[in-house]
Each structure stands twice: as structure tokens, then as C-alpha cells.
């Protein structure tokens, strides 16, 4: 049902916070855990940032091998991690690597990643989010120049757009122009950057427009994917993405003076699946992606929590992270509860310092789960463990 509220109560709901579980569960991390965390999770991404701006895309810490292997989306993702690293604590250091980062690509309208014939549109998603995140900081510098290049990369990916509403899987370096089939990890990193453009933009139009495509995207990657396979690769693929950007059509509503529970409805709808029909607390490999979004549901719980309709939501949300993080953390190269595979192979080492493994017994540190895992860790700090 549609909530109309007014002001003075939106403040109210904003101001509300939730830091303790509603049950007998007993909290396994405490925020010095995540701080560390994180710190260690900065200094690796740091550290991994080539002089050129890009990064190494994975270092074996056993033997100290770096990986001949690249990927332009994980790429893209790191600078976005930097960029919400910024976000979260902005420092001069982080500043720097960011612009390191961003002349990397250069001030082109279409973006492109070297030796690759074509651009992946979830890169240029993702480079889009990186410039919204280094924007919503306003003393970020050459703010202005930076607001026009994030304009004309949100055309580019306007143009990859497909009359369906959802987005081609690439597009031409030299036209623009879309080719390939939507894939359920593009076209939900498309929709964040959408979702997060309408709130920095403060912009009806991508309000809009997100919606338009959330639509099409839902019925596509979880109504019908989930008829054809209940625990379906494609809704894992679009699972975190959509419910970050439900996170943020829900708080440009809310900015409007409207609170309509569509959003987190739909949140924990995903939520539950991804807890019950994917099991992701069962899952061997590294899942801090599920924890985008399972803390993204739980905050908008949290928002809508008004008269204690939503407790049982929050206590299984918040046992699930709980859990879960706790896991993953001790998966992280030089975190006091680094597990025993890195207690026996480790030693001191600036490039695995801080990195996370994708499994409990394996050496490969990728940008892009280290990335993942600290974006849940800022997320869990900025709306849990206060």
C-alpha cells in the first residue's frame, strides 16, 4: 500500500538507527573488526594501483606471482572502490589515486580499455558510478569539469539502451553504438548508475528512466528467470545491483516527501531468495557481492520499520550479515581474524596486505573481490554496526 507521510516524520525515520539484532543472536564482529577491515582493504587497493592508473588484476601471495590475466569490468570496479573508499573517509591520498584513475581513461565519450576490441557496457556503467560517488563529495576538486564528463559517459550509456529498456552487453569504441545481448550484471550496473544519477542530479528524468528500465529488468532477470530456474544464475547476477539501486530510487522518493514500500518489498523478496533459495551463507566461494545487497534490504527495513512490521526481516537480515561478513573477514590477508590457510602462507608482503581470498584455502587476491568485500564493509559501518 502506498505511504504518504509527511516531513517531519520522514526526519524522524531517517534518524532512526538499528545497531543491536532483535533476538538472542550473539554478534560475532564489532566495528573495530570492520575499521580494520577496511583499512587493510584501502592499503591493498592502493598498493595494487599501477603508475598508469589501472591495476594488477591478481597477485598469488603463496608465490608471489602477479596474474597475466586482465578484466576492464574488475577495472572499473576498482576505481569505483576507490572512489567509494573516498566517499566514505575522503583523503588526499585517495584523491590522487582517483585522478590517476580517472586519466587513465581520459576525457573521451566513450571510454575504452586497452588491447580490448570493444568496450563491456558494465565498465562504463561502473566508470559512470565512480564519477557519481567522486561527485557526492562536494569538495572533491575540478568538481565541475568532472559533473560534465559524468554527463556525456551517462549519454554513452543512454545510447547503448535497447528499445526493451534494457542495454546491449557492449558497444563499438569508435561509434558507441550497442552490439551483444543484455546481460543481467550490465544491465543492473546500468540501473545503479541510473538510480544514483537521479539522486545527485537531484533528476526526475533519470528517476524515470531507472524505473523504466527496472521494470523491464525485473520481469526479464527475476520473474522469468526464476520460472525457468528457481535458483537462477541470471537473478544472482542482477541481485546486488538491483537492490542497491532500490535503495536509491527509494531515497530520491523519499527526498520528494514520499515513502511507497515498492521498493523495499521488492528488496526483500530478493533478500529472502538469496537466502533461502540460493543459500548464500551455504556458498564456498567469496559472496561479499550478496552483502551489497542484503545490507542495502536491510536499511530500507530498517526505514519502514515505523510500528515493528518489519522485526523478523531485520533479525534474519541482520544475523545473515553478521555471519556471513564475520566469514569473509577472516578471508582478508592481515586481518587479526585471518583464518589459518593465510596464517601458514603469509608473510609481509606490501601487495597482499589487506587483499581478500575467494575462497577459505586459496591465494589469488583479485581487485575485484577485494573491491566488493570493502563496499559491504562501508555499508555495514555506515547503517549497522554504529
Given at each position: 500500500m502506498k505511504k504518504l507521510i509527511s516531513l517531519y516524520l520522514l526526519g524522524t525515520l531517517l534518524l532512526s538507527t538499528c545497531s543491536e539484532p532483535r533476538s538472542d543472536y550473539s554478534q560475532k564482529l564489532t566495528r573495530e573488526d570492520?575499521?580494520?577491515?577496511?583499512?587493510?582493504?584501502?592499503?591493498?587497493?592502493?598498493?595494487?594501483?599501477?603508475?598508469?592508473?589501472?591495476?594488477?588484476?591478481?597477485?598469488n601471495f603463496v608465490s608471489g606471482q602477479l596474474s597475466e590475466d586482465d578484466n576492464q569490468v574488475r577495472q572499473a570496479g576498482a576505481l569505483w572502490g576507490l572512489t567509494l573508499l573516498y566517499s566514505h573517509e575522503p583523503s588526499t591520498t585517495l584523491e590522487n589515486a582517483i585522478l590517476k584513475g580517472l586519466d587513465f581513461y581520459g576525457n573521451s565519450p566513450i571510454p575504452s580499455y586497452p588491447e580490448d576490441e570493444k568496450g563491456s557496457t558494465g565498465s562504463l556503467a561502473l566508470l559512470c558510478l565512480s564519477l557519481l560517488e567522486y561527485l557526492s563529495v562536494e569538495t572533491a576538486p575540478d568538481h565541475a569539469a568532472y559533473e560534465e564528463l559524468l554527463k556525456v559517459w551517462?549519454?554513452?550509456?543512454?545510447?547503448?539502451?535497447?528499445?526493451?529498456?534494457?542495454?546491449?552487453?557492449s558497444y563499438d569504441y569508435s561509434t558507441g553504438e550497442g552490439?551483444?545481448?543484455?546481460?543481467?550484471?550490465?544491465?543492473?550496473?546500468?540501473?545503479?548508475?541510473?538510480?544514483k544519477a537521479a539522486n545527485i542530479f537531484k533528476s526526475d528524468e533519470y528517476f524515470a528512466l531507472a524505473n523504466e528500465a527496472l521494470d523491464a529488468m525485473w520481469t526479464d532477470h527475476v520473474e522469468n528467470a526464476?520460472?525457468?530456474t528457481l535458483d537462477s544464475d541470471e537473478t544472482k547476477g542482477f541481485y546486488q545491483w538491483s537492490t542497491m539501486s532500490l535503495y536509491e530510487l527509494d531515497k530520491y522518493q523519499r527526498t520528494q516527501g514520499e515513502m511507497d514500500t515498492q521498493y523495499v518489498d521488492k528488496a526483500l523478496e530478493l533478500a529472502y531468495w538469496m537466502l533461502d533459495t540460493h543459500k548464500v551463507l551455504e556458498r564456498t566461494r567469496n559472496t561479499a557481492y550478496a552483502f551489497e545487497g542484503l545490507i542495502s534490504a536491510y536499511k530500507l527495513a530498517e526505514l519502514y520499520n515505523q510500528d515493528g512490521d518489519y522485526n523478523a526481516e531485520l533479525d534474519k537480515l541482520m544475523q545473515a550479515i553478521d555471519s556471513g561478513l564475520y566469514q569473509l573477514t577472516t578471508w582478508q590477508v592481515g586481518h587479526p581474524l585471518q583464518n589459518s590457510f593465510i596464517q601458514t602462507n603469509t608473510a609481509e608482503d606490501n601487495l597482499a596486505q589487506g587483499g581478500v581470498t575467494n575462497a577459505a584455502d586459496e591465494a589469488d587476491l583479485r581487485i575485484d573481490v577485494t573491491q566488493h568485500q570493502m563496499h559491504a564493509v562501508i555499508m555495514a559501518l555506515d547503517w549497522i554496526y554504529q
Open positions: 570492520l575499521q580494520t577491515s577496511l583499512e587493510l582493504g584501502t592499503q591493498f587497493l592502493l598498493a595494487n594501483q599501477k603508475t598508469a592508473g589501472n591495476f594488477n588484476y591478481s597477485y551517462l549519454a554513452s550509456l543512454m545510447k547503448i539502451q535497447n528499445e526493451d529498456k534494457e542495454f546491449s552487453g552490439s551483444g545481448s543484455s546481460s543481467p550484471y550490465s544491465d543492473g550496473e546500468a540501473l545503479l548508475a541510473l538510480s526464476q520460472e525457468e
